[in-house]
């Protein structure tokens, strides 16, 4: 095929800044349809970026031929809409969290399997210039075996970055039913299962929603995590850091620390036992404040003109959503919860 066609269900903060136009930004994808239930959205996007707009993801796929599709949707109708476009045998790049079950990212998986399509999950943290190059330099075996490490994401919450504020669907339980666990912690336990390319065993959390008002989705969120490796440590997501906002990871190895994120124009440091300190310049990560491209669409679009399965697999995003979901069981009966192996 010439250029991949593409279409974006849901138009709100993260295909306005991110897929949509980092679709148009890619010379191999054609961006065609756009489908929202306030379709005026749909229709700002087709306007800007050219394509058609629908109210709804079936009316589009009744009259759309695509290749492949981003869904952007509140997180319970991830599943279902992923299911459908597979079953019609287009390629799916869904947000995450994949699912909010167990069961549909199941689903999800096997409907692509069937259909013989891919279906890709958006944890760009993968992406991001620092965590590759710390994840090169853990991949080196300098630094020996990871041993502790803490891993964090928190921001003043969705009201700053959904393009409905305070009203967004972030906020609805029953619309997003994980809060920022869904939102930032599923991101956090992708992350580090990628960076030392170990499972999590065991998980202990505390979960609740501490000042977030009126909403009854979790705001914050501390866990701690035993891989089977037997390194340990914590995962944090917050949607109340007001002020000072984290996304940054720590590991402490046999031979030095990595630190990642926690120095401004140094995001990647290596301090060793020797007494050596090495620092990269390697580029921000993204932030709601200043996006820089994710890297997930362009992996998106040559995983299928290559017919390569995407290294963000389904497969890969339930492993990662398992985590969040022990966590909540975890919060639940007051246990530590052991992951399947």
Known sequence: MSKIRVAVIGCGAIAQRRHIPEYAA????ELVAYADPRIERAREMAEIYGGKAYASYEELLANEKIDAVS???????HAPMAVAF???GVHVLVEKPMATTEEEGKQMIEAARKNGVYLMVGHNQRLMPPHVKAKEILDSGRLGKVL????????????????DGRDSWFFEKDQAILGAMGDLGVHK????????????AEVAAFIG????????????????????????????ASWTQYQGGDNSTVLWCENGVVKIG????????????????ETYKVGAMATNEKQVPSGVIDAFVESILSQTPPSISGEEGLRSLQVILAAFESQA?????????
């Open 262 to 277: 926690t120095v401004s124009g140094d995001e990647v440091i290596v301090e060793l036992t020797n007494g050596t300190v």
């Open 189 to 200: 336990s992708d992350f580090i299962r990628y960076l030392l390319n170990d499972e999590v």
């Open 26 to 29: 890619n010379a191999q994808a």
């Open 86 to 88: 597979a079953e019609a």
């Open 71 to 77: 869904i952007c949707t509140p997180n319970y109708l």
């Open 148 to 163: 502790t490490f803490r891993t964090a994401f928190g921001h003043p919450g969705p009201e700053a970055w959904s393009v």
């Open 333 to 341: 009966t007051g246990q530590i919860v052991k992951l399947q192996p």
């Open 209 to 236: 929603t501490l000042h977030k008002e009126d909403t009854a989705v979790d705001d914050n969120a501390t866990c701690l995590l035993r891989m089977k490796s037997g390194a340990i440590g914590t995962l944090v």
